[in-house]
Structures are given as structure tokens and as C-alpha cells.
């Protein structure tokens, strides 16, 4: 029975990634297509509208929005729109967390972090995997400079957040890991299978 259990469970290790990636692409063309179809639907004459328009209207969407977020003004204007969002209680808090993954993963934009690094904690032979965002305190309202502090984030396993802590410069060492590989490794708590050997 318990070699049957564990079968089970391999298989369904395999399959529930792939699963959920492909729920959540059905899900957007499905969005996509409900709502950007519809609107075709109104603009273009009776019989002209074919099924799959409407995802690919949301695919040149962001497209186009990617291009625009190129130009000074058009990023002003969404940094003014995040601002308003960030005043929010509860938005600012969701829409922060989430905007903060994907400019991660996207790549396209600093998002602040210089360097992957071991964190020692304290004299409990415990360490953790973090990410350094800053080392220079310079314009703080308590100025840390010169004081060996780095500030280092430390994300949390299976969820969208982490700590931001500061500690002494030596109790950090450096690894030889990609932002995405390291972020990877602490998402999944170490059970990723993608990292370099």
C-alpha cells in the first residue's frame, strides 16, 4: 500500500505543475477572450469576429504597454497611479507584493537586489539564503555608514513576502547562484531540482 501511496504521489508531483501552468493559461485567454472579445465583437461588423481574437488582442495589449512603459511620460504617469495605489490599505499591501514578484521575474527592472549571500544567524550554527538590497546608509534619519550593517531581504518559503533584516557584513558570505536560480531554491524551500550543479 505504501509503494502504490508513493506512486501516486510521484505522478502527481509530475503532473500538478503542468497542470496549474495550464489552468492559468486557460483561465487569462479565457478572460481575455470574454472581455477584450467582446469589445471586438461591438467594433467589427456582424460575422467578421473569429474565436482566439480576443487573446490575441490581450497578447499585443501588453505588448504595447511594455512598449509604452519605454516613454518618460507614460512611466510618470503609472509611477503617479502607483502612488495613488500605495495609499490604499489593503491595495497597497496586495498589488505591492505582487508587483514586486513580477518585476522580479521579468528581469526588466532593478529590482534591488546586488547579491546573493548566506546569512549567518547569530551563534545558532543556523543560516539562511538572502538577497543584499542595500549597503549604503547614507540620508537614513540614523545614519549607519560606517557601521559594517548590509541590509539583507530573506524571502519566505511557498508565499509572496520575506523579512528585511539588517545585519553585520560578516555574518553574510557570497554564492554563486543567479538571482533566479537562488530565488527558486527559497520558494520551494530547497526541493528545486533546476539548480546548476
Do not use: C
Not at 40 to 53: F, Q, S
Not at 123 to 148: A, C, H, I, K, Y
Not at 151 to 167: C, E, F, K, T
Not at 179 to 191: K, P, V
Amino acid at each position: 500500500m505504501k509503494g502504490l501511496s508513493k506512486t501516486f504521489l510521484t505522478g502527481l508531483a509530475a503532473i500538478l505543475p503542468v497542470a496549474v501552468t495550464f489552468y492559468v493559461l486557460i483561465r487569462l485567454a479565457v478572460w481575455a477572450e470574454s472581455i477584450l472579445g467582446g469589445g471586438i465583437k461591438l467594433v467589427l461588423p456582424h460575422g467578421m469576429y473569429h474565436v482566439g481574437m480576443g487573446v490575441v488582442a490581450g497578447v499585443l495589449l501588453v505588448f504595447m504597454l511594455g512598449v509604452l512603459m519605454q516613454v518618460f511620460v507614460v512611466r510618470r504617469l503609472f509611477d503617479w497611479g502607483e502612488n495613488i495605489l500605495g495609499r490604499i490599505p489593503l491595495v497597497k499591501v496586495i498589488y505591492g507584493a505582487v508587483r514586486d514578484l513580477m518585476g522580479f521575474f521579468s528581469g526588466g527592472q532593478a529590482h534591488g537586489f546586488s547579491q546573493v549571500v548566506i546569512v549567518s544567524l547569530g551563534q545558532t550554527n543556523l543560516s539562511t539564503l538572502g538577497f543584499v538590497t542595500r549597503e549604503d546608509f547614507s540620508g537614513f534619519p540614523e545614519d549607519l555608514s560606517g557601521t559594517g550593517m548590509v541590509a539583507v531581504y530573506i524571502p519566505l518559503s511557498y508565499q509572496i513576502g520575506g523579512h528585511m533584516v539588517l545585519v553585520p557584513r560578516t555574518a553574510i558570505k557570497p554564492v554563486s547562484l543567479s538571482m533566479q536560480d537562488a530565488m527558486r531554491f527559497a520558494i520551494t524551500a530547497g526541493m528545486t531540482s533546476n539548480l546548476p550543479h
